[in-house]
T-cell receptor, first 114, second 113 residues
Framework: AQSVTQLGSHVSVSEGALVLLRCNYSSSVPPYLFWYVQYPNQGLQLLLKYTTGATLVKGINGFEAEFKKSETSFHLTKPSAHMSDAAEYFC????????????FGAGTQVVVTP | DAMVIQNPRYQVTQFGKPVTLSCSQTLNHNVMYWYQQKSSQAPKLLFH???????NEADTPDNFQSRRPNTSFCFLDIRSPGLGDAAMYLCATSLPRRSYEQYFGPGTRLTVT
């Protein structure tokens, strides 16, 4: 069985500062990995995904994430936070070796302060 | 633009009064999903369709039903809403490959009075 852990349910960053959201997965086989963002009263929007190939993945809105198999991690970063980055962020995984549902982490609420 | 549309965006219903939420997509994706999301929680999968093939999650209450009359449309029926069913309901679609991301609609916020 796979699981996803997001460290920190709330993260506060200053505008212009680095955004770092942590995601670790537990799976016997490295899964497909996704980061989604959700703005208030909206659906989820895909930021980026890792399937195969290059382990550093670039996404929309200046976000990127690095898949580290040895650490079973897929942390999300953005060099400089913008006020518009305030939202909830979900890490999600899906198994590669079987049909399985998308397993979400609990989410991290990001607050950006001026 | 291809997209996932949910109507209505906000729905108020009375305790025990049946309600239907709708989802349509112009992506022509084979798979459609319904999620329930309560405040400050991750989305919880209720069921999904792979074409006409319906797949119910084991812990989805019988109170929740779904219909998919064609590729483009999918409906969520709540037969007798309780106060605990108040939530955001999200529809999503994907192609039938495990690596493919899910595309989410804007959601319907359901209030039960």
């Amino acid at each position: 069985a796979q699981s996803v852990t997001q460290l920190g349910s709330h993260v506060s960053v200053s505008e212009g500062a680095l955004v770092l959201l942590r995601c670790n997965y537990s799976s016997s086989v490295p899964p497909y990995l996704f980061w989604y963002v959700q703005y208030p009263n909206q659906g989820l929007q895909l930021l980026l995904k890792y399937t195969t190939g290059a382990t550093l993945v670039k996404g929309i809105n200046g976000f990127e994430a690095e898949f580290k198999k040895s650490e079973t991690s897929f942390h999300l970063t953005k060099p400089s936070a913008h006020m518009s980055d305030a939202a909830e962020y979900f890490c999600a995984v899906r198994p590669t070796d079987s049909w399985g549902k998308l397993q979400f982490g609990a989410g991290t609420q990001v607050v950006v302060t001026p | 633009d291809a997209m996932v549309i949910q109507n209505p965006r906000y729905q108020v219903t009375q305790f025990g009064k049946p309600v239907t939420l709708s989802c349509s997509q112009t992506l022509n994706h084979n798979v459609m999903y319904w999620y329930q999301q309560k405040s400050s929680q991750a989305p919880k999968l209720l069921f999904h369709y792979y074409d006409k093939d319906f797949n119910n999650e084991a812990d989805t209450p019988d109170n929740f039903q779904s219909r998919r009359p064609n590729t483009s449309f999918c409906f969520l029926d709540i037969r007798s809403p309780g106060l605990g069913d108040a939530a955001m309901y999200l529809c999503a679609t994907s192609l039938p490959r495990r690596s493919y991301e899910q595309y989410f609609g804007p959601g319907t916020r359901l209030t039960v009075t």
